[in-house]
């Protein structure tokens, strides 16, 4: 794909799982269009020096912006851009430096990229100045619960997607605990999207994600996985993301940069269960991976 032309060239047309095709009314992510009819993927781009698989590679605003660009010419119809590493015992970055980070790539992006930005954030701060910069969704792992966080969502006005994390990126894997995982989360979820009501948020502005590996033992990953179909129940559009987490290679004993088969296997396990977006580093090989799963299942 040539730059300036219209993304999702290779769109997924799933549609099966739980829903049984329900048609999802496209987000307004900033005046671009999300259409989540389909299985969609979110590219990953992190700007920071110390994410778990890639920390350092996008790390220069003119390698994000390539970066970001490869991954729409190879399928992803959002690209979501974090300043700060979440993985387990990550340090916290100021608001300042976080800022910096992010707002000269969004404000490029958002403005030549055929596709939404997402900002990858839990500060009200930066989810306001990037909202102002173009971006078009707040993909937030503290679900809008740090202070100032759900009134700033508000203002944006724009698209949330809410993330279950037990902790803080500091403390997630510190022996995480759950009655029932999946109960668990669920009525987390639920408490969510009506606080998120409660101020002015619609439901229809709402996107889901378990937290694959956020504050989740092994088993925890895999009851979420297998019963990721019970969060579809809460009516919402449902993300995940497995792309080369920690729990990939405690099954599979294998390095970070050797995740890559594990992490297609569990998202396309994932739509099958009804997910409507993947989210991931490796963007052209899960859409190959989706495409296989629509000649399967919806060619007749």
């Known amino acids: 794909m040539s730059r300036g032309a219209k993304s999702a060239d290779r769109p997924v047309s799933i549609d099966r799982g739980v829903h049984g095709g329900a048609a ?23 700007i920071t020096p110390d994410s778990f698989s890639d920390g350092g590679d996008f790390f220069s605003r003119k390698a994000a912006i390539a970066r970001a660009w490869s991954m729409v010419e190879e399928g992803a119809a959002i690209v979501d851009v974090g300043g700060e590493s979440s993985r387990p015992g ?13 707002l000269p790539v969004i404000e490029t992006l ?19 100045a990037a ?13 809008l619960q740090r202070p100032g966080a759900l009134a700033a969502a508000v203002e944006t006005g ?3 997607c809410l993330v279950h994390m037990q902790g803080t990126p500091r403390t997630m894997q510190m ?24 101020a002015g948020i619609a439901p229809e502005q709402l996107i889901i994600d378990p937290g694959f590996g956020f504050g989740k033992r092994t ?5 979420l996985l297998r019963a990721l179909d019970r969060f579809c129940d809460l009516g919402l559009p449902v993300l995940v ?27 396309v396990i994932a739509v099958l269960k009804g997910a409507r977006i993947i989210r991931t580093h490796d963007v052209a090989a899960t859409v190959d991976a989706l495409q296989i799963v629509e000649q399967v299942h919806c060619q007749g």
Not at 90 to 102: F, G, I, M, S
Not at 131 to 143: E, H, P, R, S
Not at 244 to 257: E, I, N, P
Request: include cysteine.
């Open 24 to 46: 999802w009314p496209p987000l307004n992510c900033g005046g671009k269009l999300l259409d989540l009819s389909t299985p969609r993927v979110m590219g990953v781009l992190n």
């Open 90 to 102: 990550a340090a916290e970055v100021t608001v300042a430096e976080e800022l910096r980070r992010v």
């Open 110 to 128: 958002a403005r030549e990229l055929p596709v939404p930005v997402s900002l990858d954030s839990t500060k009200p701060e930066v989810m306001r």
């Open 131 to 143: 909202a102002g910069a173009g971006a078009g969704l707040i993909n937030d792992i503290m679900a």
């Open 158 to 160: 724009l698209p949330i």
């Open 175 to 198: 022996n995480p605990r759950y009655d029932d995982a999946v109960e668990d989360i669920h009525r987390f979820f639920a408490a969510r999207i009506l606080a998120c009501e409660a």
């Open 219 to 223: 088993q925890d990953n895999l009851r």
């Open 241 to 267: 993301g497995f792309s080369r987490k920690s729990f990939l290679g405690d099954l599979t004993k294998r390095a970070v940069s050797e995740r890559l088969a594990s992490g297609l296997v569990a998202g």
